[in-house]
């Protein structure tokens, strides 16, 4: 069965530190693939996408993150975190021939001043 | 500003009580999903509408939820009866293939069912 992987549950952080949370997935065909994040007590929001092309996708807020295929992955990564960031992030895909988003299980960051 | 709406968002009922919850997907938007959100589950996809047809709902407990799609600007969740185990997060999110494959959803503010 198609699977989405979020190895870090929960990671802490100091403002100005850098952020990479990892994200794998199980599907061998073409994907779409997606950064969602979740702030205290508000609903999804997305932070970015990778449908084709430059596999380095730009996002909001700062975030960027890297499609390898070879790897499987979708890793997602901020040079220097704030006290703002702390949230839930899920990583999602999305098989090329269907409709349906499989999530991860979400990576909860919390980033202390 | 184009948002995904939901009501009610928070709700508490009794067990075996009726629980509606509506959903007003982003304008030209023909996908909508339903999710659940639990700390045991994470998120959970019940089902899924495209232009108003259901498409998936393999996700969700036949026997006590229901999902329609009235018009195009409505999708409703019912559970019935409802029971504590239903207690969630249900987010609606809408689509739209903008004419092929890809495409991003919407997420709506989301439904805090606590059902005691």
């Known amino acids: 069965a198609q699977s989405v992987s979020q190895h870090n549950h929960h990671v802490i952080l100091s403002e100005a530190a850098s952020l990479e949370l990892g994200c794998n997935y199980s599907y061998g065909g073409t994907v779409n693939l997606f950064w969602y994040v979740q702030y205290p007590g508000q609903h999804l929001q997305l932070l970015l996408k990778?449908?084709?092309?430059?596999?380095l996708v730009k996002g909001i807020k700062g975030f960027e993150a890297e499609f390898i295929k070879s790897k499987f992955s979708f890793n997602l990564r901020k040079p220097s975190v704030q006290w703002s960031d702390t949230a839930e992030y899920f990583c999602a895909v999305t098989p090329y021939n269907t409709d349906k988003l499989i999530f991860g299980t979400g990576t909860r960051l919390q980033v202390f001043p | 500003d184009a948002r995904v709406t939901q009501t009610p968002r928070h709700k508490v009922t009794e067990m075996g009580q009726e629980v509606t919850m509506r959903c007003q997907p982003i304008l030209g938007h023909n996908t909508v999903f339903w999710y659940r959100q639990t700390m045991m589950q994470g998120l959970e996809l019940l089902a899924y509408?495209?232009?108003?047809?259901?498409?998936?709902d393999s996700g969700m407990p036949k026997d006590r939820f229901s999902a329609e799609m009235p018009d195009a600007t409505l999708a409703t969740l019912k559970i019935q009866p409802s029971e504590p185990r239903d207690s969630a997060v249900y987010f609606c999110a809408s689509g739209s293939l903008a004419g092929g494959p890809q495409e991003t959803q919407y997420f709506g503010p989301g439904t805090r069912l606590l059902v005691l």
């Open positions: 990778y449908f084709s092309g430059d596999p």
């Open positions: 509408f495209r232009n108003r047809a259901p498409l998936d």
